[in-house]
């Protein structure tokens, strides 16, 4: 089993910039990849961003060159920060971070970001 658990959401403007956080435990050794989705209002949950456990990042075309991705280990647990800069209102939505072993998705409760004048 895969625990996560996320932090960091909160209101912004426009050209402004939130971290989210996600700590993950359990069966970190067993992890392939790591990354984080969203869900706006009205609409289906879209991958945002992955980390392979090979150190390798990809980013959805909408916030490539505005998101990275970093990687933290403390002992039994590892944290994925997403940075988002230059947030757009287009961005607001529910973020949610996932962690996958084989076939299997492990995803945090979400947390909410408003990117609003």
């Known amino acids: 089993q895969v625990q996560l658990v996320e932090s960091g959401g909160g209101l912004v403007q426009p050209g402004g910039s939130l971290r989210l956080a996600c700590a993950v435990s359990g069966r970190i050794n067993s992890i392939n990849s790591s990354g984080w989705y969203r869900q706006a209002p009205g609409k289906q949950r879209e991958w945002v961003a992955t980390?392979?456990?090979?150190?390798?990042?990809?980013?959805a075309d909408s916030v490539k060159g505005r998101f990275t991705l970093t990687l933290s280990s403390d002992n039994a647990k590892n944290t994925l920060y997403l940075h988002m800069n230059i947030l757009k209102p287009e961005d607001t939505a529910v973020y949610y971070c996932?962690?996958?072993?084989?076939?299997?998705?492990?995803w945090g409760q979400g947390t909410q970001v408003t990117v609003t004048s």
């Open positions: 980390l392979t456990s090979g150190d390798i990042t990809n980013f």
């Open positions: 996932y962690s996958k072993v084989r076939t299997t998705y492990y």
